[in-house]
Structure formats: structure tokens, C-alpha cells
């Protein structure tokens, strides 16, 4: 940084994925300054044609050297020309314009200007590496003094952050701190939006890290001191706040930092993410149960977020009645709430309908749906089939050895996908699918396809089972002869090493089986379980007694991080959410991946009603 000691710091935060760019005033002035002035130029959509030849642009030469008149009047219509263009929409025609005047103009008067021009064109584009070169040969170019430098360097910080690039808090600290007003005030506006999508760690490390800035610093400042004021610890919230008050904070960030020392903090807080939830107040009593123990998991999400210094939030409930067109009108409901995702539906049948009713980005994150609709995009579930589980089963059948099966699975939709995502990893892993059986869920007998695995004799059969089925159908394996068959190994699905399986089935019928599992050991069930137990006990004093809230819990504390990561915009929230891995819920440790969220799980052996991990 100029003049300043400078120190790294965050170099691993920030993504494309994560930034929250801001609609700034300046990316639609044109910055031109005409000879003799220093006002903003601005441009419309649909310029009128210049009367007459427009003014040389008053600005440095990309290069020394020497600049002619009529070289500095075609600078100028160029340049005027791609404001125009990049207004207009035409992102391409603008870059074009701006690379013309640097191949034949470089030495002319105002010819600089190009610069910040394709800086901002190829930012539209994506084309991150021409417009971070072309901002920092702008700002290299002019003096520190110039009004337009501090422009530049905010830009550029935006830029680095866009484009996934480490230091873009450093290259925020190096806006001047003389900057002119209004480009100050839109430095506060992007610090604050910055600061909101921190981890309270990462805040707590830039604050004593990075430059004393009296204008940018106490942004940071006063959001750690909000978190710590949500956290409980005022003496920590005061002295931070004071800290703040002891530079130059602009007038928003100065009365923030009052409230918070005056104890008026919650006046000053502004809902920074509506979370929307759809689901049934109506049905049979299972489903109103179950939806109430999502709406708790929900509520203790919440809690938690405030709890950890998370920036505010409120919950936006629609009651979808297990109706399709119900559902409709909820989601349109909540669009306008201007929720930032949505918990639910519970149903698989109602999912699609709520996503085709969207009419913009907002995430739907269903805790229960097990099939999604083909093809949609922004709709997720926690307990859909998991591609994960069938690639981890596979490479556990493999690394036992057996390289011939049979796959015995029902034929529901969701079953038959989880046995199709076994089979296609196991056979790009060299394994042979002999043959491929089913039966209709629910039935009360698998004798015909049993049979035919002890005519053919595999080396290994593998079962995808409901969990409801397993206790009628599993003790027929040994009934039919299956597990008698000489040097047969016995596999099966995620379904199979369940806790109420394993609870309640006899160990005669899942001893010796492999399967695989997203909880870390038997009874947990995910690395966030001890604290969503403990969260949820200490607010609603009372004893957790079904895993079911956890789901609610665990869908809105991934659109809330997300919500967080993708600065409280339904685009953002999606974007970020998308880029989630390893999430430590309560559910499991979670990753989104090719549109779905999946769990990271643990090949496991069956015995004695426990599961005993595989070495690796």
C-alpha cells in the first residue's frame, strides 16, 4: 500500500462466487473530464449524436509522448463512444473501443481514460485479467492527488474480489483517505457490505492487522463490535466501538458506533435477510408434526445466528396446506417479502410447483423431498438421493475385492437412482454388474429375485432397501439361502446401517453386512449434532426426542451462511450456496455438488447392532 507499512492478511478470503457487487453510481458516469473541468460526465442510454467534435478529454496519455490535436479529438469520440456503448449494454463494442484508442492513440491527451473505460467493459464481459490490468495501468497513471486515482483503486478492489482473486481487502486500504465525499461514502458501502459476509474470525484478525485507515477501519470496527454486542460481551463491544469513534468514521458508521455506546445498538440494526419457510399447518397428524419439527429446527437456526455474531434475520412463514397451487402463492408471497431462500416444501410433489412459480433466483431447500424435479436449478433437498453414497459404496466393494455383483433394489424412483449412481461408479471402477433385479416397494416377499442370485452366484450382492422394508424382507436373505452361498459378501445401502436398524433389527440379519454412513459413529449424526442438541435443549427447555428438527436446523443454516457469503441477495445466497463444502451440520458434513447437496460419508461394517469403520 502507499505509504503505509503494509500487512497481508485474508489472502484466502473471497470468490466470485461470494462477492456482492454493488451497483455503484460511478459505473454509470463516464468520468470524463472536459479541458478546463472537473465535473462527471455522464452519459444516457441513448446518447444524442454530438453536435460537433467533442472537447479533448482532460486526463494523462497512456505513454509519454507526443500528443497532436487531432489525435486528442479522436480520443475523445472514441472514448465518449464506448461510455455510450457500455450504457447502451454493448459491454463488447465499449472494450473494442477503448483497445482502438490504446493500439493507435496511447500518446494523446486524455487517452488514460481508455483505460478505466475497458477496465469497466471487460468487468461486464468477465474478462477479469484485462480489467484488472487496464484499472491498475489507470491508476499507476495518475498522481495521487488526482480525484479520479481514489475512484481507480476502489474499482480495482472490486475487481479483485469479482474475480476470486486474494487481496482485495488490502487493495480496499489503499483508497486514499482524501478521497473526494462521495467516493468515500461508496467505499463505506462496500466495506460494510464486505464486512457482513466475514466470519467473525477472519473479521477479528482484520482489525488488528490491517492499516489504521481512519476511514475504512472502523467499518470493520463497528461490525465486530455489532457481533460482539449480539455475542453478549459488551465490555468487548464498547472498546471496539470507542476504537471506531477514535478515527474518522463516515456518518452512518459514527452513528453506529454511538448506538453501541449509548446501549442503543438495537435500534441501529436493520433485518439484514428475510429467510422465507413454506410449510403444511394442515394434513393428518404425522405431517403436522413433522412440520412442526422442522419450523423448530428453524427457530433454533436462528437463535444460533444470532447468537455467533451473525448479521440479523427474521423468518417469513407461509402455510402451503399440501397444495400445489397453495404452494404458488406462498412462493410469490414470499418473493415479495424479498426472502433471501426458502425452507421447504416438505413433499416431493409440491417441490416442482414451488419452483416453477419463482420468478427470480431464490433458493428452495427442501429438508425431506427425496426426488427433485430433472432439470431445475435453485431447488435442493437434504435427504434427496445422494450420488455420494453410492460412489463411497462402490469403492468399498472394490477395496474388499470383489469385483462381480448382483444389485437387488426396489423399483421406486428414488431407490432404482440410488442404485443406478452404485452401479455407474462401480463399473467406471472395473467392477461387473452380472444383473440388475427389483421388486415393488412394499412387497411382502423378494423370493423370485433372491433365487435368482443363489442360481448365479455372484461374489457380492448389493441391496438398495427402504428403510421400512428392511425389517420384513432382510431376515429373508438367510430364509431363501442367500447368505449360505460359498464366499458371497453382503452389501447394501446407506438404509441398512440406520440407527433404527440397527437399534431394532435382530443382528442375525445385518452382521457381516458393509454398507456406509454420513454419521460419525453410532448415535451421532452429524459434527454440528452435540451443538444443535445443546442450542435446541437451552431454548426450548426441553429434551430433544426425534432428529427431525435437525433437518430445519440444518436447510436454514445453509441459506443463512450462504445468505451471509452472498452479501443478502437471493442471487448471491445461490451463488454461494453452490459453492458450500463441508459444512459442519448437524445432518452430516455437507458439500454442494453438481446442484445437490451431498454428505461425506464412511464405508462401515456391521456388528453386534454398531458400526465399525473400514480402514482405509
Partial sequence: MRGSNHVEILHSVGSRGASFRLVRTVGALALLWSAGACALVGVSADPPAPAEAPAALDAPPIRDGVSRAEEAMLVA???????????????????????????????????????????????????????????????????????????????????????????????????????????????????????????????????VEAPRHPRILPVF??????????????????????????????????????????????????????????????????????????RDGIEVALVVNESNGGFPAQLSFMDDGGDPSRV?????????????????????????????ARSNSIVILSPTARMLPEGSEGLFSLTGVDPEAGRVLAEAVLDQGVRNVVVLHASSPEVSAEARWFSEAFQAGGGSITRTLSYSPGAASIQGPLQQVVQIRPDGLVLFVPQDDIP?????????????????????????????ILEGMSTRHTDGFISVSARTSTGDFGPGWDAFVV?????????????????????????????????????????????????????????VRDGRIQRSYVPVRLEGGRMIPLAP
Fill in 77 to 207: 469520440e472514441l472514448v465518449m463512444e464506448g461510455e455510450a456503448l457500455l450504457a447502451d449494454g454493448n459491454a463488447s463494442g465499449a472494450a473494442e473501443r477503448a483497445r482502438a484508442v490504446e493500439a493507435r492513440y496511447a500518446e494523446a491527451d486524455g487517452s488514460s481514460l481508455a483505460l478505466w473505460l475497458l477496465a469497466r467493459a471487460a468487468r461486464e464481459l468477465e474478462e477479469w485479467d484485462e480489467s484488472l490490468s487496464a484499472i491498475e495501468r489507470f491508476a499507476d497513471i495518475l498522481p495521487e492527488a488526482d480525484p479520479r486515482f481514489a475512484e481507480a483503486k476502489l474499482l480495482g478492489a472490486e475487481l479483485i474480489r469479482e474475480s476470486g482473486a486474494p487481496g482485495w481487502v488490502e487493495a480496499l486500504f489503499e483508497v486514499p483517505p482524501e478521497a473526494e465525499p462521495h467516493v468515500l461514502e461508496q467505499v463505506d458501502e462496500v466495506a460494510a457490505a464486505w464486512a457482513r459476509q466475514m466470519e467473525t474470525f477472519v473479521l477479528r484478525d482484520l482489525v
Fill in 221 to 294: 470496527l463497528v461490525e465486530l463490535s455489532i457481533r460482539r454486542h449480539l455475542a453478549g460481551d459488551e465490555a468487548e463491544s464498547r472498546r471496539l466501538a470507542e476504537e471506531a469513534m477514535g478515527l474518522a468514521p463516515g456518518e452512518e458508521m459514527a452513528s453506529r458506533a454511538t448506538a453501541v455506546l449509548e446501549g442503543r445498538v438495537d435500534e441501529e440494526l436493520v433485518v439484514s435477510a428475510v429467510l422465507g419457510a413454506v410449510l403444511p399447518e394442515s394434513g393428518s397428524p404425522a405431517v403436522r408434526q413433522l412440520a412442526q419439527e422442522i
Fill in 328 to 356: 404458488s402463492q406462498a412462493i410469490a408471497t414470499l418473493e415479495q417479502d424479498g426472502v433471501v431462500g426458502v425452507v421447504g416444501p416438505l413433499m416431493d410433489p409440491l417441490v416442482g410447483p414451488a419452483g416453477q
Fill in 472 to 500: 420384513r424382507l432382510g431376515p429373508q436373505i438367510a430364509y431363501y439361502g442367500v447368505d449360505d452361498l460359498p464366499n458371497l459378501r453382503l452389501f447394501a445401502g446407506e438404509s441398512w446401517s440406520s440407527e433404527p
Fill in 535 to 591: 442450542a435446541y435443549e437451552e431454548h426450548f427447555r426441553r429434551t430433544l426426542r426425534s432428529p427431525m428438527p435437525a433437518l430445519g436446523y440444518d436447510a436454514a443454516r445453509l441459506l443463512l451462511t450462504a445468505a451471509r457469503l452472498g452479501g443478502g441477495t437471493p442471487e448471491g445466497t445461490r451463488r454461494a450456496l453452490e459453492e458450500i463444502d463441508d459444512f459442519p451440520g448437524a445432518t452430516g458434513q455437507l458439500s
